[in-house]
């Protein structure tokens, strides 16, 4: 049976779409047979903590069994101080999935397996651009998620990665409300505290609108808490786990970010019928054309966003248009059937593995 080793850092407590990813394709490669196991270390390269890693790794295992996320039976989850020859298994794949894990990854033994690093952003937000970067030319395979990430690697390594696309599960994201039976004036948004997620332009564009169309219906979701000074006419959730229904709810989905490595939220959205308007970054390209998947705007234009919205809210049929070629696209070229084909196909074969 052949092994792989994902190497993660910390114990993810939280939903996030890069770990998500990840969790995704150990699951489905266990279903496949393969002996899969999930590490996740403690202690990374290059970053330095307050807390000591003992400490850190009692609090963690406390937390362990809270989990967001449904494993199959047949993956193995591991937590570890830090990644070593001794606490990461003999195998046939070992795959790093954060750039100061890319580093742990380089200095192990050969018989942990086939080493390669996925790059799932471009990962320079904590600082040690310098360091990001050297990683990219590492001894590793190096695969990313997004075509922009595969120029901006090349450019700056010369290296030539291997594009394997994200992927929607279409069994839990899909149309149940048809889409020209929704609300045209309800839009939906993800809110984050974090300040490259842009939601302060999106909540200020949403404003605009609601000036306009008093009836306006908004929801944000998130994994953290109500900020207290949104409006009471917004509605919140918090770590809602009814996705794909709060998407099928609303008629158009916002995303203001500055910076993505490969959207989930937009992409599972227009799964699910929406209208989708989204900034004009990489981290949304793969599956968002401009006037023809989605509505793109400059990142920070809250002007832009404003009038776009308004202009689905005021034409139903550039919406349904616009929501129906997006689903289209989302649902027969980003299946997890062909991404775990392509990964695998790049694992064991072609001399690999």
């Known amino acids: 049976m052949k092994k792989i080793n994902f190497i993660l850092p910390g114990l993810s407590t939280k939903p996030g779409g890069g770990t998500k990813i990840m969790y995704e394709y150990a699951n489905r490669f266990a279903l496949k047979g393969y002996d899969v196991t999930l590490i996740h270390s403690i202690k990374r390269p290059f970053k330095k903590a307050r807390t000591p890693v003992w400490l850190r790794h009692i609090l963690l295992l406390l937390k362990k069994k809270q989990t967001w996320f449904r ?177 099928n709810q609303h008629a158009i989905f916002l995303s203001p970010s500055l910076g993505e490595g490969w959207a989930l939220p937009p992409a599972e959205a227009m799964a699910c019928g929406c209208a989708v308007v989204c900034t004009d970054i990489g981290g949304h390209h793969d599956y968002a054309i401009g006037n023809e998947t989605a509505f793109l705007v400059e990142p920070r234009n809250i002007s832009q966003m404003t009038n776009s919205i308004l202009r689905l809210i005021e034409d139903q049929e550039i919406r349904k248009k616009l929501a129906t070629k997006a689903h289209d696209n989302i649902t027969s070229l980003f299946s997890w059937e062909a991404s775990v084909r392509k990964m695998e196909e790049v694992f064991f074969t072609n001399g690999n593995g």
């Open 71 to 247: 494993f199959s039976p047949k993956v193995n989850i591991k937590l570890v101080k830090e990644i070593t020859d001794r606490t990461v298994p003999d195998g046939d794949i070992v795959i790093s999935t954060w750039w100061q894990m890319a580093y742990a990854v380089d200095r192990l033994s050969d018989k942990k397996g086939k080493k390669f690093n996925l790059i799932q952003d471009y990962e320079i937000w904590t600082g040690q651009e310098e360091r990001v970067h050297e990683s990219y030319a590492l001894q590793l395979q190096t695969i990313v998620i997004a075509k922009y990430l595969e120029k901006l690697v090349h450019q700056i390594s010369g290296v030539t990665p291997i594009h394997i696309p994200n992927a929607i599960d279409i069994d839990i994201f899909n149309v149940k409300v048809p889409i020209d039976q929704r609300n045209p004036y309800s839009v939906i948004m993800l809110y984050s505290e974090e300040a490259r997620k842009g939601s302060q332009d999106g909540i200020d564009a949403l404003m605009k609108v609601k000036e306009k169309f008093p009836q306006l219906d908004v929801t944000l979701f998130s994994t953290f808490k109500r900020p207290s000074l949104l409006p009471t006419w917004i509605t919140f959730k918090q770590r809602p786990s009814n996705l794909s229904e709060l998407y």
